[in-house]
C-alpha cells in the first residue's frame, strides 16, 4: 500500500513511449490500467505494455503486464501491483473513479480524449492544448525540452522527421511501401546491414536503409501504405531494445510530475 494506491491512472496507449509513462508510475505505487487497440500498431513491441495484446503477458524492465478482459478485471489486477492491458478503443466505464487519464497514443491530431474525462487529464505531444482538451500537454520532441510539462497552450508541432539516434534520423525509420500482409525474415536485435532485406509486403521486399540493430518491428499482418513499421538503431546496441528508451523515461517523469503538482496542488 502507498500514498498514491487509491489514484487510478487509466493511459490509452501502451505502445514504447507510452510504456515509459506507465513504468514512471507503476515504480512509484500508482495503479494503472492501459487500453490497447485490437491490434496494436506498436514497433517497439520489446519494451511495450501492449504487446501483452498478442502475447498474453509481457514484462517491461521488470514490471509486468497482463491482457485482461474487463474493467472489473483490470481493477483487480492493476491491485496487484501489475499493469493489465484491457482491449478498448473508448474510454470504458471502471467500477472505481478514475483519478488521471493519459492519452500516449502519439496520434499527433486531437481524436477523441476530453479535458472532462477524469479529474485530470494529460496528452502527450502535439496534438494537445493544455487548458483546451487537457490539463497539461508533456513535451515529446527531443530536445532540452523534452518531458517538460506544459500547462497553458501546445506541445512542440510535428515536424514529421523522426528524432536523431547515432547520427541517423529519416532514414532509421521504415515505412510500408504498399498494402500488403506484412511478415519479417530478422528478428529483434539482430545486427543487419544496409539494403539487407528484412521482409517483405505482398512479397516485395522490406530493406533496411542503414545498418544497425533492429530496433522495432510492427507485428506481421496487414499493413497499409505510409504506416510506420519499423526502426534500425545505428547504434548497434542489442542489449538496449530491452529496456525503456531515454525517451521514453523523459516523457514518463514530465508525464509523474504532472500528476503530482496536480495532487499537491501546488502553485504554478
Known sequence: MTVFSECLVVVRGGGDVGSGVVWRLRKVGFPVVVLELARP???RRTVAFSSAVWDGRVEVDGIEGVLVE?????IVVARRGVVPVLVSEAVPEFPVPVSVLVDARLAKQALDTRIDQAPFVVGLGPG???GADCDAVIETMRGHRLG???WDGPAFPNTGVP???GGASAER???AHADGHLTWDVGFGEIVEAGQQLGTIGGTPVTAKIGGTVRGMIAPGHVTAGLKIGDVDP???AGSIRH???KALSVGGGALEAILVWMNDTSR
Open 244 to 246: 525503456v528508451s531515454d
Open 235 to 237: 547504434r548497434s546496441d
Open 163 to 165: 528524432g536523431e539516434l
Open 148 to 150: 517538460s510539462v506544459i
Open 173 to 175: 525509420v521504415l515505412h
Open 70 to 74: 474487463s474493467p472489473e478485471e483490470a
Open 128 to 130: 494537445f492544448v493544455a
Open 41 to 43: 500498431l506498436t514497433v
